[in-house]
């Protein structure tokens, strides 16, 4: 059996409802890295990658909706310090993402919302929908 690449595309959104701000995400799988790259780096939604809890990848969208002073400040940021240490569901935060993201990795997707903080630590409620990638991106 010849082995299959599979890269694939995480669309975010930023949508306001009233007062809430939240992410829609969208995800289809696309044929080369380069095509891969560009779509990562070139859309207007939202993109981190994560290994083992620290952002590895992220794209100028991201940078933007988090209010980093720059990329350089966001490589290599541990995840959990961008979220406060309760959801607004009364769940810690770092326990929530790590039940959330192991289930994504055995079971079907999983979206939940979430509230992260921007880099001032001002508040932002954002939909969260974790996705393994079986591949070094």
């Keep these: 059996m010849i082995p299959i690449k599979l890269f694939t595309e995480v669309r975010l959104s930023r949508v306001t409802l009233g007062d809430k701000v939240l992410i829609q995400g969208n995800i ?8 891969a790259q560009r779509l990562f780096d070139k859309t207007g939604d939202a993109c981190l990658i994560l290994k083992e809890g620290v952002i590895t990848e992220y ?16 490589i290599n940021h541990p995840s959990g310090d961008m979220s406060p240490a309760l959801q607004p569901d009364g769940q ?16 079907a997707p999983q979206r939940f919302v979430a509230v992260h903080l921007k880099y001032d630590g001002t508040p932002i409620t954002v939909e969260v929908m974790p996705r393994p990638l079986p591949l070094n991106f």
């Design 28 to 35: 289809c799988n696309i044929d080369n890295r380069k095509r």
């Design 59 to 74: 794209n100028s969208a991201a940078v933007a909706l988090l209010q980093f002073p720059n990329k350089e400040a966001l």
């Design 92 to 107: 810690e935060s770092g326990a929530k993402a790590d039940g959330m993201i192991a289930a994504s990795c055995d079971k």
